[in-house]
């Protein structure tokens, strides 16, 4: 994704979300192949602070994408419900067209 496609995205997940990192959290959760995420982990990919991740991980927790949390000694995982993710990511703006970041997927379209 080219950086005005980004910024893009971050300007539409900011208006829908109220959070400009929803979106990237969400594409970054998705391309985790494992069934399990932790928010160290993704605020690495993204470049960002882990309470900016976490704040998105809640949410969606609450939402009932990701189990709750679940506590080991040193860090906290979730679990991802991938088929109900899969769903909530067809319709975001992304990786279908630089051209144009708010186009969605032949296959969003047509549900």
């Known amino acids: 994704m080219s950086l005005e496609a980004l910024q893009e995205l971050d300007d539409w997940s900011k208006a829908v979300f109220g959070n400009k990192h929803f979106a990237r959290v969400l594409l970054a959760i998705d391309s985790i ?9 993704v605020a690495a990919q993204l470049g960002v602070a882990d309470p900016i991740v976490r704040s998105v991980f809640k949410r969606l927790a609450d939402a009932g994408l990701l189990d709750q949390p679940l506590r080991d000694d040193r860090r906290v995982s979730y679990r991802v419900d991938k088929p109900a993710l899969k769903r909530f990511v067809r319709v975001l703006p992304t990786r279908n067209s630089d051209r144009d970041p708010h186009a969605r997927s032949e296959s969003a379209a047509r549900q």
């Open 33 to 41: 192949s494992a069934g399990e995420v932790h928010v160290r982990e």
